[in-house]
């Protein structure tokens, strides 16, 4: 495993899942249930889904390095776009979320109850997240799917457990638009990083 690879998934990752449903699903599910199974649920969750990408990424691969490598580039522009254009309504799209994760939420249960309820309302509600497909994108630029999958996970778990744990205490603090705004321009520096390296010029990630 290259730590390299690792941080800078991590790095990606984070930032673009913090604003996200990820985050406000863990918020909501963690007032349902106690905040370890929550995230123990939700981490499993996405242990699976991380799984799925990095293998669709390393799919992608055994096509032609060059177009694919340019996919990936535009994928991560795309997502810059994406977040930086939802940043104004960040915050409207936060209290839209609460209540809709929170009528998918089971009746408060506990152990294994509450363990498998998070899992499922996870597992079922983040496919084609825009994290899932920048992990794929990271898995093409850096062929390593199992440092891609250690970053991913990890930024993944950080901010499930944020959000288990103090979720509420941090939207007070901090508005979801700016964290957006991180995320857009992460996106966008990886972006002609990984143009730049479709088009054969040696970038230093």
């Known amino acids: 495993m290259d730590p390299t690879v690792a941080l800078a998934s991590f790095l ?16 909501v599910l963690a007032t349902r249930y106690r905040p370890l199974p929550t995230w ?10 991380s799984t799925i990408a990095v293998t669709l990424g390393g799919l992608l691969t055994a ?16 997502g810059a776009v994406v977040l930086w254009r939802g940043a104004a309504e ?3 799209a936060e209290a ?5 994760f929170g ?5 408060a249960a506990s152990g294994f109850r509450a363990v498998g309820a998070s899992f499922l309302v996870l597992f079922l509600a983040e496919w084609g997240d825009l994290s899932q497909l920048l992990t794929a994108g990271l898995v093409v630029r850096y062929q390593d799917p199992v440092s891609v999958f250690t970053g991913a996970w990890l ?7 944020i959000g288990a744990l103090a979720g509420r205490a941090l939207l007070r603090l901090v508005r979801l638009s700016v964290v957006r705004r991180i995320g857009a321009t992460v996106c966008a520096v990886l972006a002609v990083l990984t143009l730049l390296s479709a088009a ?3 970038t230093p990630l």
Do not use: M, N
Request: aromatic share 4%.
């Open 12 to 27: 990606l990752i984070a930032p673009v899942e913090l604003p996200d449903k990820t985050f406000v699903a863990t918020l």
């Open 40 to 49: 123990i649920g939700v981490g499993l969750a996405f242990a699976v889904q």
């Open 63 to 78: 096509l032609p390095r060059q177009p694919v490598t340019a996919a990936a580039g535009l994928l991560f522009l795309i």
């Open 90 to 92: 960040a915050d409207r």
């Open 96 to 100: 839209d979320a609460e209540e809709e």
């Open 103 to 107: 009528a998918k939420a089971p009746p």
């Open 155 to 161: 930024a993944l778990l950080l901010v499930s457990g």
């Open 200 to 202: 054969g010029v040696d």
